[in-house]
């Protein structure tokens, strides 16, 4: 009599171990399914998309995007409305948004989110996110979940020192009224980042495109 009740407390033992095993793997399926859900939202929230595109042009608008940026996004689309274009204007806004769109770091979600390609000569945009991402953009960590806290640079301020035109001059490119445009860069916090830049633009087909970054 005795040994059956034993087994019979043995077996509510297993029951009770079994049902305790059931409900700490239910609880442990639940909780990584959250997780999961919740980092797929946040990684989804992080997605960069274009929120505006010009038309007969290639310039568009990220939803990332600065203050600063849309402003001479703006601008940029109200000069290429007008049937004659100021191509000094054209170039100067061309040089603005390239410098704030690619010294601005701190609205990119990885290395590999390389800005102001748009304004980058078509043939050369490979060559030049390549370069970026082992250069300039090399140490950006992931923002993919929104959590990053790396102190990264934002442009607050682009004034344009000078335009000339100029004589330009490399593989498939060739321009006698290329135009050089120097860019100073004023940052939100002084971290140490290019304070002037200066870019090298070419016509192509009704286009300026950017061929060169000193």
Same mark, same amino acid.
């Given at each position: 009599?005795? #040994? ?7 077996? #509510? #033992?297993?029951?009770? @171990? ?9 609880? &442990? ?12 939202? !946040? ?8 929120? !505006?595109?010009? *038309?007969?042009?290639?310039?568009? &608008? $990220? ?8 402003? %001479? /996004?703006?601008?940029? *689309? ?18 603005? &948004?390239?410098?704030?769109? @690619?010294?601005? &770091?701190?609205?990119?979600?990885? $290395? ?5 390609? +748009?304004?980058?000569? !078509? ?7 390549? *370069? ?6 090399? /140490?950006?960590?992931? $923002? ?12 607050? +301020?682009?004034?344009? !020192? ?10 498939? @490119?060739?321009?006698?009224?290329? %135009? ?8 939100? *916090? ?10 090298? @633009? ?13």
């Amino acid at each position: 009599m005795e #040994k059956k009740t034993n087994t019979k407390r043995k077996k #509510k #033992k297993n029951r009770s @171990f079994v049902v305790w095993l059931i409900a700490f793997l239910v609880v &442990l399926v639940v909780g990584i399914g959250y997780y999961c859900y919740r980092e797929f939202f !946040s990684h989804a929230g992080q997605a960069v998309t274009v929120v !505006s595109q010009m *038309e007969d042009y290639p310039y568009y &608008l $990220n939803s990332n995007a600065t203050r600063i940026y849309k402003k %001479y /996004y703006k601008e940029l *689309e109200k000069e290429l409305e007008d049937k004659r274009i100021d191509e000094k204007n054209y170039v100067s806004l061309l040089a603005r &948004l390239f410098a704030i769109d @690619f010294y601005t &770091l701190s609205n990119k979600v990885s $290395n590999q989110d390389v800005g102001g390609v +748009q304004f980058v000569a !078509s043939s050369l945009v490979d060559r030049f996110r390549a *370069e970026a991402s082992d250069g300039f953009y090399k /140490y950006i960590e992931n $923002n993919f979940n929104g959590k990053r806290k790396q102190d990264l640079p934002e442009i607050k +301020q682009v004034d344009i !020192s000078d335009v000339k035109m100029t004589s330009y001059e490399k593989g498939e @490119f060739q321009d006698s009224s290329a %135009y050089q445009v120097m860019v100073s860069l004023t940052y939100v *916090e002084d971290l140490d980042y290019p304070e002037t830049v200066t870019l090298t @633009f070419v016509h192509q087909n009704s286009l300026l495109v950017l061929v060169k970054v000193d």
